[in-house]
């Protein structure tokens, strides 16, 4: 995140952040929660689960603000998120 | 982290039947997202599992009964709508939600969703429409789009298809709108504002049938989804009449309606009073 000078309230900012998790049995590799992050969290993997389709895979970990997207359009009930502790923006690299 | 264990638990495991996943709906299919949809909301309204019943007819979206950890009725094809009327009417204090796809509910069920709506039956139907006849091969629909190709139509459908918002309301439904898969949050909440509601509600949700519809006509399950995104018109409170529903030209969504009137429970109830 870049800013041409610190804000005023970031004491009082904090972003929300998630762990998504991939039940990876119940995927059927639609590719929706990849197209759909709106962080870009995911990506697919040349893995195969065991039922042949290539379930996501978590690229970006940090991104992820626990908005529950992925675990609102995926069909097959195969990914979530759960909430992480927030990370208080001052912590963040601000330049 | 990412990995998968057995120990994983999906936020919505307390009402599936975990031992029927993975479902039978195929990959990209989004009858799994307005399922989940769905169950979301039944979970917010936060009424009791006991007091909640899903209904379904048959075909792909009739199979969502099967899936759900409530008491549920896979009812003969087209004919949710009576059983769950006669499920409300024996039990008042259920919610009853019908959970069907177009085929089973405006094809062969159509005089029932008539007749529901014009008693205003307090249910809240649901219906998935995905533009086909999808469990079957792909058939040409009462809701495929004109010249739209399916297994029985190879040269473009010829018939017009059903406006269902305008017949919902034409036939008296007190509640109607429209959304697609995509519009998870907007669907979650006017199925929420449906269940907590009385009165006959109606949500028709667009889902893509990657397999016999999209098969056909050359759209891939994330080519719909992308026509869903760039061709949405949201329009809260438009005139039913004025809705469309054209992959090219714009699909218009929103809750359209919404008004009270006696439901068929409690005109009863005045009638024989006396």
């Known amino acids: 995140m870049k800013f041409w000078r610190v804000p005023l309230d970031t004491e009082q900012i904090v972003?929300?952040?998630?762990?998504?998790?991939?039940?990876?049995?119940?995927?059927?590799?639609?590719?929706?929660?990849?197209?759909?992050?709106?962080?870009?969290v995911l990506e697919a993997s040349s893995r195969f689960n065991n039922k042949g389709y290539h379930p996501p895979v978590v690229r970006q970990p940090d991104l992820c603000?626990?908005?529950?997207?992925?675990?609102?359009?995926?069909?097959?009930?195969?990914?979530?998120?759960?909430?992480?502790?927030?990370?208080?923006?001052?912590e963040l690299p601000i330049k | 982290m990412n990995g998968s264990t057995s120990s994983q638990k999906h936020p919505l495991d307390g009402?599936?039947?975990?031992?029927?996943?993975?479902?039978?709906?195929?990959?990209?299919?989004?009858?799994?997202?307005?399922?989940?949809?769905?169950?979301?909301?039944?979970?917010s309204t936060g009424a009791e599992p006991m007091k909640t019943?899903?209904?379904?007819?048959?075909?792909?979206?009739?199979?969502?009964?099967?899936?759900?950890?409530?008491?549920?009725?896979?009812t003969t094809h087209g004919r949710a709508i009576p059983f769950a009327t006669g499920m409300k009417l024996a039990n008042p204090e259920l919610s009853v939600v019908v959970f069907s796809g177009d085929g089973d509910l405006f094809a062969i069920g159509g005089n029932h969703f008539i007749h529901a709506a014009r008693r205003n039956m307090d249910l809240t139907v649901i219906c998935v429409n995905n533009l086909n006849y999808g469990m079957t091969g792909g058939q040409a629909a009462a809701t495929t789009p004109?010249?739209?190709?399916?297994?029985?139509?190879?040269?473009?459908?010829?018939?017009?298809?059903?406006?269902?918002?305008l017949l919902a309301y034409a036939c008296g439904a007190t509640y109607i709108a429209r959304?697609?898969?995509?519009?998870?949050?907007?669907?979650?909440?006017?199925?929420?504002?449906?269940?907590?509601?009385?009165?006959?509600?109606?949500?028709?949700?667009?889902?893509?049938?990657?397999?016999?519809?999209?098969?056909?006509?050359?759209?891939?399950?994330?080519?719909?989804l992308k026509v869903y995104q760039e061709k949405a018109i949201v329009k809260n409170g438009a005139n039913p009449a004025e809705t469309i529903l054209d992959l090219e030209q714009g699909i218009t969504l929103g809750k359209f309606v919404e008004y009270d009137r006696p439901t068929f429970a409690q005109n009863y109830k005045a009638v024989t009073s006396d």
């Open chain 2, 146 to 165: 004109y010249l739209a190709k399916t297994s029985t139509t190879p040269l473009g459908n010829p018939e017009a298809p059903f406006n269902l918002p």
């Open chain 2, 15 to 43: 009402l599936l039947r975990t031992d029927r996943i993975p479902h039978i709906w195929c990959p990209g299919c989004g009858i799994g997202t307005v399922f989940s949809s769905s169950l979301i909301a039944i979970r």
């Open chain 2, 179 to 224: 959304w697609t898969m995509l519009h998870t949050r907007d669907l979650t909440q006017s199925i929420t504002e449906a269940l907590t509601r009385t009165g006959f509600s109606f949500i028709e949700v667009l889902a893509p049938c990657p397999t016999g519809y999209g098969r056909k006509n050359k759209l891939k399950a994330s080519d719909l």
């Open chain 1, 65 to 90: 603000v626990n908005c529950h997207y992925c675990e609102a359009i995926c069909p097959d009930f195969a990914i979530y998120s759960v909430e992480a502790p927030a990370q208080p923006i001052s």
């Open chain 2, 53 to 74: 019943a899903v209904v379904s007819g048959i075909g792909c979206t009739g199979r969502g009964a099967g899936y759900v950890n409530l008491d549920s009725y896979h």
């Open chain 1, 15 to 40: 972003i929300t952040r998630g762990v998504v998790h991939i039940i990876e049995d119940r995927c059927k590799g639609c590719g929706y929660c990849i197209d759909y992050c709106p962080r870009g």
